[in-house]
Nanobody
């Protein structure tokens, strides 16, 4: 059974930083595409960043501010978020295998201006 469990969300002031973690179980973590999505109030869920092996991909809105990484030994995915903006406020979801794959329960990130 695949499980993705996010942690690390919270309330932060604009310009601050947060690091999200996603602990994965039930999948061969190191060979699969993993990603972070987010869904803001009244918005559709959008891809924030993804990683396949050592290759990464970012939404234009977060390039230069967010960094996705993985620790294969710990089966854990990370999203380091720096210089946070109010528009980054959203529920952030960990994902395995793309939109048709598996999802975590989400973690709320709120950025106050």
């Amino acid at each position: 059974q695949v499980q993705l469990v996010e942690s690390g969300g919270g309330l932060v002031q604009a310009g601050g930083s947060l690091r999200l973690s996603c602990a994965a179980s039930g999948i061969i973590f190191s060979f699969n595409t993993m990603g972070w999505y987010r869904q803001g109030p009244g918005k559709q869920r959008e891809l924030v960043a993804s990683i396949t092996g050592g290759s990464t991909n970012y939404a234009d809105s977060v390039k230069g501010r967010f960094t996705i990484s993985r620790d294969n030994a710990k089966n854990t995915l990370y999203l380091q978020m720096n210089n946070l903006k109010s528009e980054d406020t959203a529920v952030y979801y960990c994902n395995a295998f793309g939109r048709g794959g598996y999802w975590g329960q989400g973690t709320q990130v709120t950025v106050s201006s």
